[in-house]
């Protein structure tokens, strides 16, 4: 029954969950503690600061840079206080600088991020008043002059004069903490204490103000609060729209001006009309003539700035009252009149300056909202930066784990790629703030965690593969098990694999002809070529016994081409020895000749021995079969002794029969074959040479001695190599023995060993 992709998919998902569980353990941790600051339940002080960086970057790289001529900013600048005197300025002469502004400017509204909290005594006329009523209470005279004079001298009702009927908001502060306070007259509320009864809304609450006096707040068209509200590091990213005061709704100096310039247009509140529970009530934006002002849980909105300072247009207020300036630069223009001087404290650290006006920072507001172009984080995103957070995080925490360093690389750039060009897409062509500081440091810990787990935890164990099995197999095949290390068992296991034997033949006469130093370095020359090509092939070393060399194919990792595998290294190993010869011979070595045995069956592989010492080896009688055929290539003639089942498996080598034979310890005969090469390399004249041979070979078992001798004789005429003549030589010994002594009629032609 063939098992479903889903099922195939949980099978896989399980391993690897099983291999890696550090690694998703540690991840799976990540991904929990940052749902929990997302869903504000274990809020990360250090995740929020990096939110407001981000916000900040993401300000700065896509803020438009641009300037906005509908609004211009009138300046009490350094200039103004030199040329006009210090501030506070006389209100005659703010009363003259309104007049100009409306009159000769033709200006649409004006705006003051001002208070005018206090009198102005400036004119004398109080100390007048005062003279008359001390000293000159009966000086009728003094007294009708005063009465001519007083109306001239009384600044404030000048001013106030100014304001009425005109386009004219101004400015005033609330506080928050704890002062209550209150000075001057408040504006008309923007929302009664009706508007949100009973609603759970987050309102900034004031216990105190500080307002304009009755006659000005009563002659001006509005007012709004500019109170200054940054964040916790200092940095005013936002503002409130409304803040409460005994229950009535008060909204700010931008939105205030903004709705004087929209001819007064009904303030309505927006809420979310699904997905709101108890907690939230779901106010998501003030409207008014179809302008949108979003706002977020506090019913704050975020100042949308075009720019650095000098994105809207400055002019000094001296100029003004000095009528410097070309009508065409103010007529039908929002005008704020603010300062940059640095003595008067209205400068603030925002997110593109640290050193911003703060009548700049009303213009971008009032901009914003003429375009409705503010950008919205409304209370919905924090679902939003859940559902980011857990998607991206179980799809690294399942993946990484998996892939080697290249591809988690590569996995996790495409993830971070893909977050962060979804939040500047949100932000850029619908105006929605994510958050993606804590999903940028997500992906950067599960990247860093799995990588780092990769380095010290699987790299020791690679180490440890290594240090067990760096003397049995090359490193490549090391590397291959460090990445699938489940599949290595040291238990002990029957698996089917081919084993190698060789040896170099009469290496007692040749170790006796050298001093130990020259025999040390004579089989360091020799192992060492053999023991590359045996790693070269896949092949695992099991151990150097003095001149043999014992190897193995199919362990500890699989190889279902471990008998092709084997074969091509004893070949290359017999191709090799020419090679090794000559360079003994330059330095007056003996040569050597070397006999290779080969075998495939079923073995026993694992680490064994005893509690003192244990080797990683293999046993069983498919091994000790491939160690006596070795011990033959002595008898044959031969360099390289196969058994039959090492031939089944390599179809693609021409093989000479060399004999059935039954070794000693073995009651079953084998076929044993000489390999020659693969069909393509083979000449005509060793295909006829081998249909001769083998026609001598049937003769032989069929017990005609006498063909068989003769052609055995022509086959050795033939030889040109010293190996068919040895095993031509062979077979005709062996038959004159048989002519002596027959073996029955019934025998199978196998030649039965009774030694090693």
């Not at 004119?123 to 005063?146: C, M, P, R, V």
């Not at 164990?461 to 095949?477: A, D, H």
């Not at 330059?586 to 694992?606: C, D, E, Q, S, Y």
Request: net charge negative.
């Amino acid at each position: 029954m063939r098992l479903s992709p889903l099922i195939k998919f949980l099978n896989m998902l399980y391993a690897s969950l099983k291999q890696h569980a550090v690694s998703f353990a540690l991840s799976l941790a990540i991904v929990v503690l940052m749902l929990l600051h997302a869903s504000n339940v274990l809020p990360l002080g250090f995740v929020h600061k990096l939110e407001n960086f981000s916000y900040d970057l993401r300000l700065n790289l896509l803020m438009p840079n641009t300037i906005d001529n509908r609004i211009v900013i009138v300046d009490i600048d350094e200039k103004s206080l030199i040329e006009q005197g210090r501030w506070p300025w006389s209100r005659d002469k703010l009363a003259r600088m309104v007049n100009q502004l409306f009159s000769t400017y033709e200006i649409n509204t004006l705006g003051f991020d001002v208070v005018f909290a206090e009198k102005d005594d400036s004119s004398g006329l109080k100390n007048l008043e005062w003279i008359q009523q001390q000293y000159l209470k009966d000086d009728t005279g003094f007294a009708d002059a005063l009465k001519t004079v007083k109306n001239s001298l009384d600044y404030d009702q000048i001013f106030a004069n100014s304001l009425k009927n005109r386009k004219v908001v101004l400015g005033y502060y609330f506080q928050i903490h704890g002062d209550t306070n209150h000075v001057g007259q408040l504006p008309t509320e923007t929302f009664s204490a009706e508007s949100f009864e009973n609603q759970p809304i987050a309102f900034s609450e004031a216990t105190g103000y500080g307002a304009n006096l009755d006659i000005l707040q009563q002659s001006a068209m509005s007012a709004g609060h500019f109170n200054p509200e940054p964040d916790g590091d200092g940095i005013t990213r936002k503002i409130s729209t409304l803040i409460e005061y005994k229950g009535n709704y008060y909204d700010s100096l931008a939105i205030a001006v903004a709705r004087v310039y929209l001819q007064n247009p009904v303030m309505q509140a927006k809420f979310a009309t699904v997905g709101v529970d108890t907690d939230y009530a779901g106010l998501e934006a003030l409207e008014m003539a179809g302008k949108r002002i979003p706002v977020d849980g506090e019913v704050a909105t975020l100042i949308p700035y075009r720019g650095v300072q000098g994105s809207f247009k400055y002019i000094s207020a001296s100029d003004v009252l000095n009528n410097k300036i070309r009508p065409e630069v103010l007529k039908n223009k929002i005008v704020l009149v603010g300062t940059t001087a640095p003595g008067l404290m209205d400068l603030r650290a925002t997110p593109v300056q640290s050193n911003y006006p703060g009548v700049e920072v009303h213009a971008n507001i009032i901009s914003g909202i003429l375009d409705n172009n503010i950008k919205e984080r409304p209370a919905y995103t924090q679902g939003a930066e859940f559902m980011l957070l857990l998607l991206a995080g179980l799809l690294l925490t399942f993946t990484l784990p998996s892939l080697n360093p290249l591809k988690a690389t590569l996995m996790t750039l495409t993830v971070l790629a893909a977050v962060i060009a979804t939040n500047f897409a949100s932000w850029q062509y619908a105006n929605l703030v994510l958050p993606i500081a804590s999903s940028l440091l997500m992906i950067a810990l599960i990247y860093l965690v799995n990588m780092s787990y990769g380095f010290f935890v699987e790299s020791q164990g690679k180490r440890q593969l290594t240090g067990l099995f760096g003397q049995y197999v090359p490193p490549e095949l090391v590397n291959e098990m460090a990445k699938n290390p489940e599949v290595i068992n040291l238990k002990g296991e029957s698996r089917e694999m081919t084993v190698l034997f060789s040896d170099i033949r009469g290496f007692t006469n040749i170790s006796e002809g050298l001093d130990p130093k020259q025999l040390s370095q004579m089989m360091n020359e020799f192992l060492t070529p053999m023991t590359q090509i045996i790693h070269n092939n896949r092949g695992t070393i099991d151990k150097y016994m003095g001149d043999a060399v014992m190897a193995f194919w199919g362990a500890p990792l699989k190889d279902k081409n471990h008998a092709l595998n084997a074969l091509n290294a004893t070949m290359q190993m017999n191709k090799a020895i020419k090679s090794i010869n000559e360079k003994f011979a330059a330095k007056g070595w003996p040569v050597i000749r070397v006999g290779f045995g080969l075998n495939t069956g079923n073995m026993v592989v694992g680490n064994m021995g005893s509690s003192f010492r244990m080797a990683y080896t293999v046993m069983g009688d498919s091994v000790n079969l491939g160690s006596r055929i070795e011990s033959l290539t002595k008898v044959y003639g031969v360099d390289v002794i196969v058994s039959e089942f090492v031939k089944e498996q390599t179809p693609d080598m021409i093989y000479r029969e060399l004999d059935i034979v039954r070794v000693k310890g073995k009651d079953k005969p084998v076929i044993i074959y000489e390999p020659l090469d693969i069909a393509e390399q083979v000449t005509t004249e060793t295909f006829e040479e081998l249909n001769l041979y083998h026609e001598a070979i049937k003769c032989y078992r069929q017990q005609d001695w006498d063909l068989a001798e003769k052609q055995f004789k022509n086959l050795a005429k033939m030889a040109v190599d010293d190996t068919k003549s040895s095993l031509y030589a062979m077979y005709l010994a062996r038959i004159k023995q048989f002519r002596q002594s027959s073996p029955s009629k019934n025998w199978d032609g196998v030649f039965t060993y009774e030694t090693k």
